[in-house]
């Protein structure tokens, strides 16, 4: 909450940022730390099924438009160049 006017000039961009007077480097550590910090600390309170609930929709929907392209590329791929 302290950094919300920060972040919010750095949605204009690096150069304007930095025009304004934000070190954008420092801000990008911060703000980073920050949310890694946040989100171990979720899943240390929720548990590991927390976090799996989280990830397995998304591994679920990726497998589901990957299998087909992947098959395709075994199908119609180029022979490598060793065969």
């Known amino acids: 909450m302290l950094l919300r006017w ?6 204009l961009g ?8 934000l070190d954008t480097r420092l801000l990008r550590i911060v703000v980073i730390a920050a949310a890694t910090l946040m989100t171990s600390a979720a899943v240390a309170a929720s548990g590991i099924i927390g976090w799996v609930g989280l990830v397995v929709p998304h591994g679920v929907l990726t497998a589901a438009f990957g299998t087909p392209v992947f098959l395709w590329l075994l199908a119609f791929g180029r022979r490598p160049a060793w065969s």
Not at 14 to 21: C, D, I, P, S
């Open 14 to 21: 690096e150069e304007e940022a930095t025009a304004l007077g």
């Open 6 to 11: 920060q972040i919010d000039v750095m949605t």
